[in-house]
Every structure is written in structure tokens, then in C-alpha cells.
């Protein structure tokens, strides 16, 4: 199975601060890589997939970035509402995997 | 609007099967090229992707729980569901139900069904 590692695992912010989460998978997935954003006690919702396009009526300051073993998440200008935990998740090879999650609060 | 929604058994017994259905409505489940997922949470915890049913009937499971897993697809009914025999306390998790355009990307998701495997 393909190992998906994100970093940090949670992070404080502030309102306006611009956020980057990584994420490292143990091999290459070229750009199979979806991000997730999961409120509490919600679903996860689709953010962005194949590694870099942003998912029909996401916010356009969220962005993804990378390809092979490196991605990252990119929120700029921190909304209330983006307070959540953000998943990466490979749909490289199966089976599917997801990274542990990391989980942005408020500071 | 597709939307998605579990349900089924909230409380298994330990060692008994799991049974979830996922009810599909604003579209359908025999639609081509679609793939309808289940993933699952542990509370607390992270994500693990259980498998997939596609709409000709094709089925994929995580290896790590194949020896326990089935799913079926009801056109009749709109829905698609999954059952996991002999569970165990790891087995407790919300259980997610998804459609897939490729069977890589997962959107959307249902609200999620709580399963509590008591002993």
C-alpha cells in the first residue's frame, strides 16, 4: 500500500494568515492526489484533484500544487469557515489511501 | 444534485455482520462509469477506503478486509450496499458512502452512518 504522510499534523492560525500543509507519499503517484476538507461532525468535501484543480465552486484561495512524492495545500487569506481538518488522499494505484489529516485551528 | 445518504445497522454485536445501504437520489446508480465507494472513520481518526461497486457490478476490496467484505448494487432501489461479517471493536467507525467519475476521486460523500460494535 502507498503510505501518505501530511505535515504538520495540526496548526494554529489566524483570520487572513496564509496556511500550506504537505503531503509525502512512499512512492511516485504522479498526480493522483485529491485534497479533502472535513468539518466536525461532516463529510469530507472535495477540494481540489489530480494534484492542482480546484473542484467546482471551491473558493479560489485554496490551490494544490506538486507531483510525484511532494504535494501541498495552499490557503490563502484564512477564513472562518476553513477552521477544518484537510485530508490528501492518492488515487494512484489501490489500495486508495489517505494521509492521516491535519487540522487547522484558530489561534 | 446527487446526494447520498447511509443507512442501516447502528449497534453490531460483536462477531455478527455489518449491513450498510447508501440511498442514491438525483441520479442514478446505473449510470455508466461510475463507481459507488465506501470508506470508513474510526472516531477520531483518519480515513480508510473499504472498496468499490461500479455500476456493471464490479467490485473492488481493500485487501485488508476482503476476507470479510461483500457488496451489492440494487438498480431497482437506487442504492448500493456493504456487508462485513465477524466484526470486532476495530470495526467501529462512521461509514462513509461516495461516488466516483474514475474510481480515484470521491464526490460526493453521504452525511456518514455511525456503527458501534458492542461486545
Known amino acids: 500500500d502507498i503510505q501518505m504522510t501530511q505535515s504538520p499534523s495540526s496548526l494554529s492560525a489566524s483570520l487572513g494568515d496564509r496556511v500550506t500543509i504537505t503531503c509525502r507519499s512512499s512512492?511516485?503517484?504522479?498526480?493522483?492526489l485529491n485534497w479533502y476538507q472535513q468539518r466536525p461532525g461532516k463529510a469530507p468535501n472535495l477540494l481540489i484533484y489530480?494534484?492542482?484543480t480546484l473542484q467546482s465552486g471551491v473558493p479560489s484561495r485554496f490551490s494544490g500544487s506538486g507531483s510525484g512524492t511532494e504535494f501541498t495545500l495552499t490557503i490563502t487569506s484564512l477564513q472562518p469557515e476553513d477552521f477544518a481538518t484537510y485530508f490528501c488522499?492518492?488515487?494512484?494505484?489501490?489500495?486508495?489511501?489517505f494521509g492521516q489529516g491535519t487540522k487547522v485551528e484558530i489561534k | 444534485q446527487l446526494q447520498l445518504q447511509e443507512s442501516g445497522s447502528g449497534l453490531v454485536k460483536s462477531s455478527q455482520t455489518l449491513s450498510l445501504t447508501c440511498a442514491v437520489s438525483?441520479?442514478?446508480?446505473?449510470?455508466?462509469?461510475?463507481?459507488w465507494h465506501w470508506i470508513r472513520q474510526p472516531p477520531g481518526q483518519g480515513l480508510e477506503w473499504i472498496g468499490y461497486?461500479?455500476?456493471?457490478?464490479?467490485?473492488y476490496y481493500n485487501p485488508s478486509l476482503r476476507s470479510r467484505l461483500s457488496m451489492s448494487l440494487d438498480m431497482s432501489k437506487n442504492h448500493f450496499s456493504v456487508n462485513l461479517t465477524s466484526v470486532t471493536a476495530a470495526d467501529t467507525a462512521v461509514y462513509y458512502c461516495?461516488?466516483?467519475?474514475?474510481?480515484?476521486?470521491?464526490?460526493?460523500w453521504g452525511q456518514g452512518s455511525l456503527v458501534i460494535v458492542s461486545s
Open positions: 461497486i461500479s455500476q456493471s457490478g464490479i467490485t
Open positions: 488522499q492518492q488515487g494512484y494505484s489501490t489500495p486508495r489511501t
Open positions: 461516495a461516488r466516483s467519475a474514475d474510481t480515484r476521486v470521491f464526490d460526493p
Open positions: 512512492q511516485t503517484i504522479r498526480t493522483y
Open positions: 438525483g441520479g442514478s446508480v446505473n449510470s455508466g462509469g461510475f463507481s
Open positions: 489530480s494534484a492542482s
